[in-house]
C-alpha cells in the first residue's frame, strides 16, 4: 500500500481522547494568562492513503487552560458532526461560544468549554451556506468578514458580515467567473478584499470520488477584488489582475496613500507558485513565501513583490492591527529553511519567525533538535500593550518523546529561551489554526 505523507509521523492522527490535569510545566506561565489556547487540525478516524488529504481529515481540537500561571488541564476532543463534515481547520471563541470552524460549506460545530460538540451552528438561523475557517474580526467594531464558498452556488464568493453577537447582518454575493477555493478575506479600514486565484472546483474529480475536488487551473487567471466596506449591493466591486498563483493565506492587510495622493490598498499575502496541480494530497509542490501586493485604486495595477526568502507560512499578526499597518508577523517556518524537504515534507516548522516589516528583517526562534512547531498566536501582554508586547503560543512536537509541548515565548525576546513549556500527555498531530480565549 501506498504511502501518505499525511497519515504518517506526527502528521498521523492519534486515536484517543484524553483528559489531563495540572500539567508538568517547565519555566513558568505568565500569570496574566487566564484563558484556553485551543487548535484544531485533522485527525481522520478512517483514511484510504491513496486518497487522503491533509485537507480532509475529521477534525479534532486540543486545548490547555490556563489559571493563574498553571496549566489547568489539557483534553483533546473529536469534532463530532452528524450531517456533513467535521471542521477541522480552525477554532474561535465568539460571544462566549467556542466554534470549530472549515470552509467550503460544512456548518460551524459549536463546542463546550471543555471541548465536547454541542451542535453544529448556523448562527442563530442567520448563516444559509456554512462559513469559512477565516473570519477576521475587525478591532474597532468587532464585526466577523468572512469569504465563503461552496460548489453548489457556483461563480460566486459569498461575503458575509457577523456582528459581536454571532449573527449576520450582512451578504453579498460577489461574482467571480468559476468556484474557486477560497481560503482567506482581508479588511481594511476602508474595504474588503477577495482572493479569487486558480484553484476550482473540477467536476470530473468530483465524479470520480476524488477526496478534495479542487485542483491548479492554467486557464481561470488570478485577481484580487475589491468591495467598499460602506454601502450594500456589490456596484463598487473592482478587480485588480495578479500573477497566477495560491495564497491560503494573508498576514494582514491596509489602506495606504501613494506618492501622488492616490489610495493604494497593501495586502501581506503567503504566496505558493502553484498548489494542487501535480501533488493532490496537500499542497506541498511549491515552496510558500512571504509577498507584498500594492493595489493602486487610481491606476489599478498592482506592484508584486517577494519580501523574504525564508519559507514561512501560518502567518499571524497582533489582532488589535486586523485591517491597520502593523509593523511585525508572525509565522512559522517551513522546508526548515534548507530549500530541502525536512523531516515531515514540507510543512515542518523547526522554527518560529517574526518578519519585521519596517526594517525587512526576519529572525527566527529555532526550536530545537528534532522539535517542531505549529502555527504560533500572538496573544498581548495586556489590552493596552505596544505591538510586540506579548507571547507566542505554539503547539511543538518533539520527536524525542514523541509527545507534544504548548510552548509560550516572549515576543519581544524571540531567541530567548521559552518563558513556559507545558509538558501534554500525548502528541498534537500537525495541524492547522488555534487562538487563545482570554476569560
Ligand atoms: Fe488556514
Not at 195 to 209: H, I, K, R, S, T
Not at 336 to 353: L, M, Q, R
Not at 368 to 383: I, T, Y
Amino acid at each position: 500500500m501506498k504511502s501518505n505523507p499525511y497519515l504518517s509521523g506526527n502528521f498521523g492522527p492519534v486515536t484517543e481522547e484524553v483528559t489531563a490535569f495540572d500539567l508538568q510545566v517547565t519555566g513558568q506561565i505568565p500569570a496574566e494568562l487566564n484563558g484556553r489556547y485551543l487548535r484544531n487540525g485533522p485527525n481522520p478516524i478512517t483514511a484510504d492513503p491513496e486518497t487522503y488529504n491533509w485537507f480532509l481529515g475529521d477534525g479534532m481540537v486540543h486545548g490547555v487552560r490556563l489559571q493563574g500561571g498553571q496549566a489547568e488541564w489539557y483534553r483533546n476532543r473529536w469534532v463530532k458532526s452528524p450531517d456533513s463534515f467535521a471542521p477541522n481547520t480552525n477554532v474561535i471563541g465568539l460571544n462566549g461560544r467556542t466554534l470549530a470552524l472549515v470552509e467550503a460549506g460544512a456548518p460551524p460545530v459549536e463546542l463546550g468549554f471543555e471541548l465536547d460538540t454541542i451542535g453544529t451552528s448556523d448562527f442563530g438561523g442567520t448563516l444559509s451556506h456554512g462559513y469559512t475557517a477565516h473570519p477576521k474580526v475587525d478591532p474597532v467594531s468587532g464585526e466577523l468578514h468572512a469569504a465563503s464558498y461552496i460548489w453548489s452556488l457556483p461563480n460566486v464568493i459569498e461575503y458575509t458580515v457577523t456582528g459581536p453577537d454571532g449573527t449576520v447582518i450582512r451578504r453579498e454575493e460577489i461574482p467571480v467567473p468559476g468556484s474557486p477555493m477560497v481560503h482567506d478575506i482581508s479588511i481594511t479600514e476602508s474595504s474588503a478584499v477577495f482572493y479569487d486565484l486558480p484553484v476550482v472546483f473540477n467536476l470530473e474529480d468530483a465524479m470520480a470520488g476524488i477526496g478534495l475536488p479542487y485542483a491548479w487551473s492554467n486557464d481561470y487567471g488570478a485577481r484580487v477584488g475589491v468591495l467598499p466596506r460602506q454601502g450594500t449591493g456589490t456596484d463598487q466591486l473592482r478587480w485588480f489582475e495578479v500573477n497566477p498563483c495560491y495564497v491560503f493565506h494573508a498576514v494582514n492587510a491596509h489602506d495606504a496613500v501613494g506618492a501622488n495622493g492616490q489610495q493604494l490598498i497593501v495586502l501581506d499575502v503567503i504566496r505558493f507558485d502553484r498548489v494542487f496541480d501535480q501533488s493532490r494530497l496537500g499542497p506541498d509542490e511549491c515552496i510558500p513565501y512571504l509577498w507584498r501586493w500594492t493595489l493602486d485604486l487610481q491606476s489599478g495595477r498592482v506592484t508584486e513583490e517577494q519580501l523574504s526568502d525564508q519559507p514561512i507560512e501560518f502567518p499571524r499578526v497582533d489582532e488589535r492591527l486586523v485591517g491597520k499597518k502593523h509593523r511585525y508577523g508572525w509565522a512559522t517556518s517551513v522546508y526548515s529553511g534548507t530549500g530541502e524537504p525536512g523531516a515531515y515534507g514540507i510543512f515542518d516548522g523547526a522554527s518560529i519567525a517574526c518578519y519585521d516589516f519596517q526594517t525587512d528583517s526576519l529572525t527566527r526562534h529555532e526550536m530545537g533538535p528534532g522539535r517542531f512547531a505549529g502555527e504560533a498566536v500572538f496573544v498581548p501582554a495586556s489590552e493596552t500593550a505596544s505591538e510586540r508586547d506579548g507571547y507566542l503560543m505554539s503547539m511543538v512536537y518533539d520527536t524525542g518523546t514523541d509527545r507534544s509541548d504548548l510552548v509560550i515565548l516572549d515576543a519581544q525576546d524571540l531567541l530567548a529561551e521559552p518563558l513556559a513549556t507545558i509538558h501534554l500527555p500525548q502528541r498534537v498531530p500537525f495541524g492547522f489554526h488555534g487562538n487563545y480565549v482570554a476569560e
